[in-house]
């Protein structure tokens, strides 16, 4: 077998000090909310060391495809290493500093404690909710500053190489349904979009094409603005809206993206995103969802899929692990529907018939 090169060993050491620091991290403020506010501590299940070796095992693999993927030219190495970690760094004493109110809405049941200033009519009811316990939901510039520090030490530092996972598919259906199209003609939409680490990582792999991202958020808009928009590439267009009723004509982008909403919504408004992606692709238009694992092609994972939503407030995610995703897309007419799963996250490709 061949040596490892010198940047493999770097990213996977890269990996490996996210995956300790997120470990850490939970491990002391687990001990930490169990001493202060005990009623807090949620009722989970234990996880095996046969289940823990498991997890190790899937982590690696999805390492390993992530490394392969860079080394075929499916996008730069360089991805790999990206983040904003002098401002990460800056802003992870916050992460702590914001436990306490986490933990008193944990232990108060409080799931919707929002900004008072916002306008509640603008937003779908199933939207003003604290999901995961977030200061503000996701409606404030506070929440947006600590969301990505916070989903990477929640997935162990494999949130972005779990994002990453929709690149593949995405080219591989582009090529396939829209050989003749270049990269500069390609319009891609990334629906819920929050602060756009999707949107680079897709960016990376389409340096040219016309990239728009959409979400309910202007805070989290406003965050993905300053990572996407910093004058150094093309110009990503940033638009505030529901992905249910999107305000764009219908057959516009060649390709969808939809990263980890759909466990954020209720079954019906699963369907609506669905039609509307149906209405703004174009025919044979590539949609490309990725989100949490289900129990169906999963079940070894049920009791950490269980301890998710015990943990934090996640309220339509017992639901999403049991859905028929592949049927509500061929419902609403999608075809060539296939889906893979790589640690915690389950990737759809489908075509629009
Ligand atoms: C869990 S975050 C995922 C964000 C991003 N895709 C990522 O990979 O980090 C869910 C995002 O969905 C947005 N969202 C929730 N419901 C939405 C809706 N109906 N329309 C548009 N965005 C929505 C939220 O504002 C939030 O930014």
Request: charged share 25%; with cysteine.
């Amino acid at each position: 077998m061949a040596e490892p090169s010198l940047a493999k060993i770097a990213y996977q050491t890269l990996q490996q000090g996210k995956g300790l620091v997120g470990i850490a991290h939970k491990e002391i403020s687990t001990k930490l909310m169990g001493f202060l506010v005990p009623e807090a501590i949620p009722d989970t299940s234990h996880i095996t060391k046969e289940l823990l070796f498991d997890l190790r095992k899937s982590i690696k693999d999805l390492e390993e495809i992530d490394w392969c993927d860079a080394e075929r030219g499916l996008y730069p190495k360089n991805l790999l290493f990206e983040a904003p970690w002098i401002e990460w760094f800056f802003k992870y004493p916050l992460v702590w500093l914001d436990m306490p109110s986490t933990w008193s809405r944990r232990k108060d049941r409080n799931i919707q404690d929002l900004p008072h200033s916002i306008n509640k009519e603008i937003y779908p009811d199933y939207y003003l909710q604290n999901f995961h316990h977030q200061t503000d939901g996701y409606l404030s510039d506070y929440s947006a500053s600590i969301y990505d520090i916070q989903v990477e030490i929640l997935f162990n530092g494999t949130a972005d190489a779990m994002r990453r996972r929709v690149i593949a598919p995405l080219k591989t259906e582009i090529n396939k349904y829209f050989p003749e199209t270049n990269d500069s003609s390609l319009k891609i939409l990334d629906l819920a979009t929050g602060t756009g680490r999707t949107l680079q990582q897709i960016r990376s792999a389409f340096p040219k094409s016309e990239l728009t991202g959409l979400d309910l958020s202007a805070s989290y808009l406003k965050q993905a603005s300053k990572y996407l928009n910093n004058g150094e590439n093309e110009l990503v267009q940033l638009i505030k809206g529901n992905a249910e009723r999107v305000p764009i004509l219908d057959q516009s982008f060649q390709a969808i993206t939809c990263v980890f909403l759909f466990h954020e919504l209720p079954g019906k408004a699963r369907d609506n995103v669905i039609k509307e992606c149906y209405r703004l692709l174009k025919p044979n238009g590539v949609l490309i969802l990725a989100d949490s694992i289900q129990l169906s092609d999963s079940p070894e994972f049920s009791s950490v899929l269980e301890n998710f939503h015990r943990i934090f407030h996640e309220p339509y995610y017992k639901n999403y692990i049991k859905d028929d995703i592949d049927l509500r897309l061929s419902l609403n007419g999608f075809k060539c529907i296939n889906s893979d799963s790589f640690f915690m996250t389950k990737v759809w490709s489908a075509i629009k018939a």
